[in-house]
């Protein structure tokens, strides 16, 4: 493993200010970020790297890599939920292993744009065509999570409509966006896409390191009603990123040719949703316990993916 990126992940000062974000909270201090600052800057930075691969994409040939690579993640976003929902059943009720496993086998936007300045400070770059993937990956595992809720949950006397849950999945405000940027930068003209560039690319990581401020002090928040849940939801945070990033940084190999578009890969399947699926699951699994899911996500998969987790998932992308 790369211990030099090691290191410069944990001193990443879009880390720190994460790390601040939970100081912040814990010494109860007023440092507050307006929540009409932090919605348009999470807008943004969707917008901004959706519209950034759809710029990509559309230079970029229909190879039979991307293809598979969008089908691949289909598979791997509907599979996730379906192990972890019965792996979590033993321990946990209905209804909050559902919304983990959702949250485990849908996509973190966030995580996505913190692996993009990974590969950039190692002078490597990822197709556009991934953020078609990350897209792709949001739905299948909301809906597969609702739809196990609905058959084991015996006590649910009104069952969920199916085509509800499919609008609100797709019409999420996140995936939305995602998939909205990524069509606009597809059919933009490119020299008119040019004059916004400044705007999408200058200024991305400043406003990446505010809202992982936010972030910060959402975990910080949280903290408290995490820990009834005790060892086994901080070992399912970190295991289970762990288990499928490493699976897919290995088993990609065999149709994704590019070691950057293999980590960006790997790291899709490691990250855990703390926005769409929470959103979804107030809609579909009102007795979820949001108290688990979001720091689970948030509190320690995220954190453990950009510090170990993402040198793991780089160094096997590069076998």
């Not at 496993?101 to 002078?123: I, R």
């Not at 949001?290 to 993916?305: D, E, K, Q, S, W």
Request: charged content about 10%; some cysteine; aromatic content about 10%.
């Amino acid at each position: 493993m790369d211990f030099q990126l090691l290191i410069s992940n944990i001193t990443n000062p879009t880390l720190l200010f994460f790390l601040l974000g939970i100081l912040a909270v814990r010494v109860k201090s007023d440092l507050e970020i307006p929540a009409s600052s932090a919605k348009f800057i999470s807008l943004y930075l969707l917008f901004s790297i959706g519209f950034k691969g759809g710029q990509e994409l559309i230079h970029s040939p229909l190879t039979e890599e991307i293809i598979w690579s969008c089908v691949a993640g289909l598979v791997v976003a509907s599979v996730i939920p379906l192990y972890t929902f019965f792996i979590l059943k033993r321990r946990l009720s209905v209804a909050d292993a559902g919304a983990v496993a959702a949250a485990y086998g849908s996509v973190s936007a966030v995580t996505f744009v913190t692996a993009s300045t990974v590969l950039e400070s190692q002078g490597m770059v990822f197709g556009g065509h991934m953020v078609a993937v990350m897209a792709l990956m949001e739905a299948p595992a909301i809906i597969v999570g609702v739809m196990l809720m609905s058959i084991y949950d015996k006590e649910n006397d009104a069952p969920l409509s199916m085509r509800d849950v499919l609008h609100h999945s797709f019409t999420n405000g996140s995936v939305l966006m995602i998939m909205g940027s990524l069509i606009v930068g597809m059919i933009s003209d490119e020299k008119a896409a040019m004059g916004i560039k400044p705007f999408t690319t200058d200024i991305f990581k400043g406003f990446l390191a505010i809202f992982l401020l936010e972030m910060g002090m959402i975990t910080g928040n949280k903290i408290g009603a995490f820990r009834r849940y005790g060892w086994l939801a901080v070992l399912g945070g970190i295991l289970m990123p762990l288990v499928n990033g490493t699976a897919v940084a290995f088993l990609s190999h065999g149709f994704i040719a590019d070691p950057a578009n293999r980590f960006m890969f790997a790291v899709l399947a490691a990250s855990a949703s703390y926005i769409a699926v929470p959103a979804a699951m107030r809609l579909a699994a009102p007795k979820a316990d949001p108290g688990l899911y979001i720091p689970m996500a948030l509190g320690v998969t995220f954190p453990f993916n950009i510090t170990i987790g993402m040198p793991v998932y780089l160094w096997i992308a590069k076998l």
